[in-house]
């Protein structure tokens, strides 16, 4: 059985057949589990979660994303923090960070006492998005989505995308990786490691 | 007291002295710093003298070089009783290289500012030498040998700058032949990079044995059993740390289910009573039917078979039954038919065989009569079930609170643990060779969680190391007769206060500088504090307070506008009403936390918290007292830690508390506070209104009197009011009686070194302005960085040209 016949996985000939039959049911497993290693996995594109901000909509990727904790929230306020850092919050026993992302992104902030919290992760670390409300997730769609090799620019081949750059402060149009259905696709590991780093400056400072 | 000048008695000779003085300490200053360009003299030699520096009390040159000969004389003296002490051993004691490091150090300081040279660079080989010894490179033998001609090759020097008024050369050319006869080698880099090399090793070997004993097994101890006779007698059990920590872990989590639990009871009551009130408006909408029923059978027209009056339903039977229990009278019906004679109870009773009789609206008002009675039943059941469960949940709460009390005892150590190490470090002690030292301990049986004892061990032991190293400074200043009569007094007492132990390691005599700095950032890591005070017995001594357990803080339950925060019980000395209060300085806790301003409910009388601090004594206005609360401390992410906040906690509604370190928030609010001023001048450029015209203070604050004599003129003459302190603890205690506007730190010290004071500004929100310069031989970039790191202003090395320091002044103060 050095050589067998390529097989399709849903139509045989009548010579596979044959072949098929010629083998004992050692072998035929063996086969049958080969076919099965080597199956083609269709690949699943990585889903997004719509957000409404302040200005526009942003995708947030659901594989950076912990949970999405409905309002009410309990938040504390800490000393010396950024003004987008909403608060702390307890989730799951632990102390996070918050941060208001419409106002981190665009200087602007909505009211956010029927918001969603967002908890995300980074590095290890967990913290919270506050954004004003949540749409539906969404596959992303790579021939869709725009890379913008300069975020400040224009993105002229979105259809109707506003440039991230009029949108969102020019610190973090950065964090805009691309662009699907006028919203924008956020790196958001990228945006939360720089959270976290002004968060820790913002102590030194205040 | 404050050496101050007196300027109104300032002659013309002395002025000529003076300027004599001023030439030759320029002289002096400009041999010592090799390569530095030409010192201009500018305003202050050429300008002429004013009144008030006239009168200042200066010393003649001749004074200040006996002044700078006795003090050599001393230091010298010093080193050769210390190597007296040195025995040629295959390894010499680490106490008595220090003192002998430290003495060097003074020294070359004291003399590179007199402008000698040779005596300083000898000096500084003596601290060369040291290292060497001390890592290795250089046997003890030979390195003794080295040490015994070097401190000859410094008396030769001094004699010969007695006898003939300069300093001879030739001693330390002789010095350096002989180094390189016994094949040693000192450069003052290869040196130092060796000496890193060890300390960093010393560093390693340090973190590797700390945390040795508690990671296999603990051992448990019941905590019931306090006494020293009881512990040689309890028994002992091993347990497996992760296990333990488990368990610890649990109980926390139970302890923490306490709070949500009561509030969920909370919850259930408050439905449950709802539930009563829904039960109460049902009555009466029962009734309410029940009438309108009546209302609408009385206006039917009576039906021929003569049974018109007769109630509909049972249910309006029972409340005519009752009307008529109630009221003695029996129903009539308001209409105009005859009066007919009242029905017996029994015949106004719901018959099924009678079900004809009743109209739909009469099953429907009995239906609802059924079901209120039995929502009253389950009602009742409800509440007795619920009465049931409070008790319950109580009697768990308890329990869960036993169970973690019990648990952290589990977990407790007594101090006296500690004990036989530090008596052990005492008598090692080079002051313990020196004098008698008596080693007292009090309240030693105290537990404390033995994760931090364990913590506390190479700190506590460091700090009794540190502070006896320099067992010699007492014989300088007190002849022999007198130091074998008055024993030194080493003693530790402990101490609890609620959750917290304070722990005081009290020295009779003067100590050596550094300790503080040593040990405050393993202290902090404790969440403790440690602050130096002088005794009643004169010396100096280490006040250190520390969480009793892990986890766990006790405190104030406080309104801050909406908000609440803890403050623990340690930082509270008393609580006051905001009418009463007029004393101290006052704050509020929602402008130290700089959380946005809320309106205030009116004329509400708020809390005063005084807070526990060194003087002057703070207080702290907040909207409210809401009780005390124990509660678990989480600590926060390192990103999220803030000073002034110790950690948070999070209460049974899933609200997270922050935990506050009051004086923190005090001190990092002064700061800010400065800065605000600072950057509101520079940009309204209103500098006079800010700046008081008046004489700025200095104070100076060195261990060499030639030291301190040379700055108090400069700074005298240059038109500065200038204050000395010669030891670490005299320097906080005049920082802290008169605050000056500026302050001149050595590094070495005794008591407290330079470090040591820097730190504890910190804790002196009154401090916060004073500026601060470094003036020290030490030039290392690795002293310079702490400097900086622990709140240097500027960082000066000796010796420092006259017009470097009085720019630096003048830069500072003007800023």
Redesign the interface.
């Given at each position: 059985m050095n050589e067998q016949p390529t097989v399709s996985a849903t139509y045989l000939e009548e010579k596979q057949l044959q072949h098929l039959e010629q083998l004992s049911d050692e072998e035929f497993w063996d086969y049958a589990r080969t076919l099965a290693y080597h199956a083609p996995v269709a690949a699943q594109p990585e889903e997004y979660l719509e957000c409404t901000l302040s200005k526009g909509s942003c995708l947030i990727p659901l594989s950076a994303l912990n949970e999405v904790v409905p309002p009410p929230h309990r938040l504390a306020l800490l000393p010396a923090t950024p003004e987008w850092m909403a608060g702390v919050v307890a989730w799951r026993g632990q102390v996070i960070a918050v941060i208001d992302l419409s106002m981190y992104l665009s200087g602007q902030t909505l009211d956010l006492s029927n918001g969603k919290l967002l908890v995300a992760g980074h590095a290890g670390l967990a913290l919270g998005l506050l954004v004003p409300s949540i749409g539906q997730t969404a596959p992303m769609q790579h021939d869709a989505q725009v890379a913008l090799e300069d975020p400040t620019a224009t993105v002229e081949d979105a259809e109707d995308a506003e440039p991230a750059s009029q949108l969102y402060l020019p610190s973090r149009a950065i964090f805009v990786k691309g662009v699907q259905k006028e919203a924008f696709v956020l790196d958001v590991l990228s945006l939360l490691a720089d959270a976290v780093q002004e968060i820790e400056i913002a102590a030194s400072n205040g | 007291m404050d050496d101050e000048f007196n300027k109104k008695e300032l002659s013309a000779e002395d002025l000529a002295i003076l300027q004599a003085f001023d030439e030759m300490n320029l002289e002096g200053w400009e041999e010592g710093k090799e390569g530095e360009e030409e010192r201009s003299e500018k305003d202050i030699a050429t300008r002429p003298l004013t009144d008030q520096e006239m009168g200042a009390n200066f010393l003649t040159p001749e004074e200040m070089l006996a002044i700078f000969v006795g003090e050599a004389s001393e230091d010298i003296a010093t080193l050769r009783q210390t190597l007296q002490q040195l025995e040629p051993d295959d390894h010499l004691d680490g106490t008595h290289l220090q003192v002998l490091q430290r003495t060097a150090h003074k020294l070359k300081g004291t003399t590179g500012a007199m402008g000698c040279t040779a005596m300083s660079t000898i000096a500084h080989h003596i601290e060369e030498l040291v290292k060497l010894i001390t890592n290795g490179t250089i046997a003890p033998f030979i390195g003794l040998n080295a040490l015994v001609q070097t401190v000859h090759a410094l008396e030769m020097t001094l004699d010969s700058l007695v006898t003939s008024g300069e300093e001879s050369s030739g001693p330390l050319s002789e010095l350096e032949a002989e180094y390189k006869a016994l094949n040693i080698e000192i450069t003052s880099g290869q040196a130092e990079k060796q000496a890193l090399a060890t300390a960093a090793e010393g560093e390693q070997e340090t973190e590797s044995t700390i945390h040795v004993p508690l990671r296999a097994t603990v051992e448990i101890e019941p905590a019931s059993k306090t006494t020293q006779e009881s512990l040689t007698t309890m028994q002992v059990m091993r347990v497996d740390v992760d296990r333990f920590e488990q368990l610890i872990q649990h109980t926390e989590q139970l302890a923490e289910l306490s709070s949500p639990l009561e509030s969920a009871q909370a919850e259930v009551g408050k439905a449950l009573q709802e539930l009563q009130t829904a039960q109460a408006r049902l009555r009466h909408l029962e009734v309410l039917v029940s009438a309108q029923l009546v209302a609408k059978n009385s206006s039917v027209t009576p039906e021929p078979n003569g049974n018109e009056d007769r109630p509909t339903s049972s249910l309006i039977a029972r409340i005519l039954d009752e009307s008529r229990q109630r009221t003695g009278q029996h129903y009539q019906r308001k209409s105009k038919a005859p009066v007919q004679p009242a029905k017996t109870a029994d015949s106004l009773q719901w018959d099924d065989l009678e079900i004809d009789r009743f109209t739909e609206n009469d099953v429907l008002a009995l239906s609802l009569g059924e079901a209120i009675a039995d929502v009253a039943t389950a009602s009742a059941q409800l509440r007795a079930a619920f009465a049931q469960l409070s008790r319950i949940t109580q009697q768990h709460i308890d329990l869960a609170a036993n169970v973690r009390d019990d648990t952290l005892l589990l977990s407790l150590a007594q101090i006296s643990a500690l004990v036989p190490r530090i008596e052990r470090a005492v008598m090692m002690s080079a002051l313990a060779q020196q004098h008698q030292v008596f080693f007292e301990t009090e309240g030693e049986t105290t537990e404390i969680d033995q994760d931090i004892l364990e913590q506390l061990k190479q700190p506590l032991l460091q700090l009794v190391r540190t502070c006896t190293a320099y067992g010699s400074h007492k014989a300088a200043e007190t002849g022999v007769e007198e130091q074998e009569k008055a024993a030194d007094r080493i003693w530790l007492h402990v101490h609890t206060v609620d959750n917290e132990v304070n722990i005081e390691v009290g020295f009779s005599m003067t100590v050596a500088g550094g300790a503080l700095d040593e040990v405050q950032e393993a202290i902090r890591r404790l969440h403790g504090t440690i602050v130096a005070r002088r005794n009643k017995l004169g010396g100096v001594s280490f006040h250190l307070r520390l969480p009793r357990s892990q986890g766990a803080i006790q405190g104030f339950l406080v309104a801050v506008g909406s908000?609440r925060v803890v403050v623990p019980f340690s930082q509270v000395r008393r609580i006051e009403h905001s009418t009463e209060h007029a004393a101290e300085p006052l704050y509020t806790l929602n402008g130290l936390?700089?959380?946005p301003l809320e309106q205030a409910p009116p004329e509400s009388v708020r809390a005063v918290i005084i807070l526990q601090t060194e003087r002057p004594p703070l207080a702290v206005e907040v909207d409210a007292i809401l009780g005390e609360t124990r509660l678990v401390v989480?600590p926060?992410?390192?990103?999220?830690?803030?000073?002034?906040?110790v950690g948070?906690a999070?209460d049974g509604?899933?609200?997270?508390?922050?935990i506050v370190n009051v004086p923190e928030?005090i001190n990092r609010y002064e700061l800010?506070e400065t800065t605000v001023k600072v950057a509101a001048i520079r940009s309204g450029g209103n500098h006079s209104s800010y700046t008081a015209q008046r004489q700025p203070s200095i104070l100076v604050a060195d261990d060499s009197v030639y030291i301190r004599q040379s700055l108090h003129q400069t700074l005298s003459y240059a038109g500065y009011k200038v204050s000395e302190a010669d030891d670490g603890m005299k320097t906080l205690e005049r920082l802290l009686d008169h605050p000056p506007d500026a302050l001149l730190l050595d590094i070495e010290m005794p008591n407290l070194n330079g470090y040591d004071v820097l730190s504890m500004m910190h804790a002196h929100p009154v401090l916060a302005n004073v500026k601060t310069i470094m003036l020290t031989s030490r030039m290392s970039e690795k002293h310079k960085a702490r400097a900086r790191e622990l709140g240097a202003d500027a960082y000066l090395t000796k010796p420092c040209p006259q017009d470097v320091l009085l720019e630096t002044l003048r830069l500072l103060l003007k800023k």
């Amino acid at each position: 059985m050095n050589e067998q016949p390529t097989v399709s996985a849903t139509y045989l000939e009548e010579k596979q057949l044959q072949h098929l039959e010629q083998l004992s049911d050692e072998e035929f497993w063996d086969y049958a589990r080969t076919l099965a290693y080597h199956a083609p996995v269709a690949a699943q594109p990585e889903e997004y979660l719509e957000c409404t901000l302040s200005k526009g909509s942003c995708l947030i990727p659901l594989s950076a994303l912990n949970e999405v904790v409905p309002p009410p929230h309990r938040l504390a306020l800490l000393p010396a923090t950024p003004e987008w850092m909403a608060g702390v919050v307890a989730w799951r026993g632990q102390v996070i960070a918050v941060i208001d992302l419409s106002m981190y992104l665009s200087g602007q902030t909505l009211d956010l006492s029927n918001g969603k919290l967002l908890v995300a992760g980074h590095a290890g670390l967990a913290l919270g998005l506050l954004v004003p409300s949540i749409g539906q997730t969404a596959p992303m769609q790579h021939d869709a989505q725009v890379a913008l090799e300069d975020p400040t620019a224009t993105v002229e081949d979105a259809e109707d995308a506003e440039p991230a750059s009029q949108l969102y402060l020019p610190s973090r149009a950065i964090f805009v990786k691309g662009v699907q259905k006028e919203a924008f696709v956020l790196d958001v590991l990228s945006l939360l490691a720089d959270a976290v780093q002004e968060i820790e400056i913002a102590a030194s400072n205040g | 007291m404050d050496d101050e000048f007196n300027k109104k008695e300032l002659s013309a000779e002395d002025l000529a002295i003076l300027q004599a003085f001023d030439e030759m300490n320029l002289e002096g200053w400009e041999e010592g710093k090799e390569g530095e360009e030409e010192r201009s003299e500018k305003d202050i030699a050429t300008r002429p003298l004013t009144d008030q520096e006239m009168g200042a009390n200066f010393l003649t040159p001749e004074e200040m070089l006996a002044i700078f000969v006795g003090e050599a004389s001393e230091d010298i003296a010093t080193l050769r009783q210390t190597l007296q002490q040195l025995e040629p051993d295959d390894h010499l004691d680490g106490t008595h290289l220090q003192v002998l490091q430290r003495t060097a150090h003074k020294l070359k300081g004291t003399t590179g500012a007199m402008g000698c040279t040779a005596m300083s660079t000898i000096a500084h080989h003596i601290e060369e030498l040291v290292k060497l010894i001390t890592n290795g490179t250089i046997a003890p033998f030979i390195g003794l040998n080295a040490l015994v001609q070097t401190v000859h090759a410094l008396e030769m020097t001094l004699d010969s700058l007695v006898t003939s008024g300069e300093e001879s050369s030739g001693p330390l050319s002789e010095l350096e032949a002989e180094y390189k006869a016994l094949n040693i080698e000192i450069t003052s880099g290869q040196a130092e990079k060796q000496a890193l090399a060890t300390a960093a090793e010393g560093e390693q070997e340090t973190e590797s044995t700390i945390h040795v004993p508690l990671r296999a097994t603990v051992e448990i101890e019941p905590a019931s059993k306090t006494t020293q006779e009881s512990l040689t007698t309890m028994q002992v059990m091993r347990v497996d740390v992760d296990r333990f920590e488990q368990l610890i872990q649990h109980t926390e989590q139970l302890a923490e289910l306490s709070s949500p639990l009561e509030s969920a009871q909370a919850e259930v009551g408050k439905a449950l009573q709802e539930l009563q009130t829904a039960q109460a408006r049902l009555r009466h909408l029962e009734v309410l039917v029940s009438a309108q029923l009546v209302a609408k059978n009385s206006s039917v027209t009576p039906e021929p078979n003569g049974n018109e009056d007769r109630p509909t339903s049972s249910l309006i039977a029972r409340i005519l039954d009752e009307s008529r229990q109630r009221t003695g009278q029996h129903y009539q019906r308001k209409s105009k038919a005859p009066v007919q004679p009242a029905k017996t109870a029994d015949s106004l009773q719901w018959d099924d065989l009678e079900i004809d009789r009743f109209t739909e609206n009469d099953v429907l008002a009995l239906s609802l009569g059924e079901a209120i009675a039995d929502v009253a039943t389950a009602s009742a059941q409800l509440r007795a079930a619920f009465a049931q469960l409070s008790r319950i949940t109580q009697q768990h709460i308890d329990l869960a609170a036993n169970v973690r009390d019990d648990t952290l005892l589990l977990s407790l150590a007594q101090i006296s643990a500690l004990v036989p190490r530090i008596e052990r470090a005492v008598m090692m002690s080079a002051l313990a060779q020196q004098h008698q030292v008596f080693f007292e301990t009090e309240g030693e049986t105290t537990e404390i969680d033995q994760d931090i004892l364990e913590q506390l061990k190479q700190p506590l032991l460091q700090l009794v190391r540190t502070c006896t190293a320099y067992g010699s400074h007492k014989a300088a200043e007190t002849g022999v007769e007198e130091q074998e009569k008055a024993a030194d007094r080493i003693w530790l007492h402990v101490h609890t206060v609620d959750n917290e132990v304070n722990i005081e390691v009290g020295f009779s005599m003067t100590v050596a500088g550094g300790a503080l700095d040593e040990v405050q950032e393993a202290i902090r890591r404790l969440h403790g504090t440690i602050v130096a005070r002088r005794n009643k017995l004169g010396g100096v001594s280490f006040h250190l307070r520390l969480p009793r357990s892990q986890g766990a803080i006790q405190g104030f339950l406080v309104a801050v506008g909406s908000r609440r925060v803890v403050v623990p019980f340690s930082q509270v000395r008393r609580i006051e009403h905001s009418t009463e209060h007029a004393a101290e300085p006052l704050y509020t806790l929602n402008g130290l936390l700089g959380f946005p301003l809320e309106q205030a409910p009116p004329e509400s009388v708020r809390a005063v918290i005084i807070l526990q601090t060194e003087r002057p004594p703070l207080a702290v206005e907040v909207d409210a007292i809401l009780g005390e609360t124990r509660l678990v401390v989480k600590p926060l992410a390192p990103h999220l830690q803030r000073r002034g906040i110790v950690g948070t906690a999070i209460d049974g509604t899933g609200n997270i508390l922050l935990i506050v370190n009051v004086p923190e928030l005090i001190n990092r609010y002064e700061l800010l506070e400065t800065t605000v001023k600072v950057a509101a001048i520079r940009s309204g450029g209103n500098h006079s209104s800010y700046t008081a015209q008046r004489q700025p203070s200095i104070l100076v604050a060195d261990d060499s009197v030639y030291i301190r004599q040379s700055l108090h003129q400069t700074l005298s003459y240059a038109g500065y009011k200038v204050s000395e302190a010669d030891d670490g603890m005299k320097t906080l205690e005049r920082l802290l009686d008169h605050p000056p506007d500026a302050l001149l730190l050595d590094i070495e010290m005794p008591n407290l070194n330079g470090y040591d004071v820097l730190s504890m500004m910190h804790a002196h929100p009154v401090l916060a302005n004073v500026k601060t310069i470094m003036l020290t031989s030490r030039m290392s970039e690795k002293h310079k960085a702490r400097a900086r790191e622990l709140g240097a202003d500027a960082y000066l090395t000796k010796p420092c040209p006259q017009d470097v320091l009085l720019e630096t002044l003048r830069l500072l103060l003007k800023k």
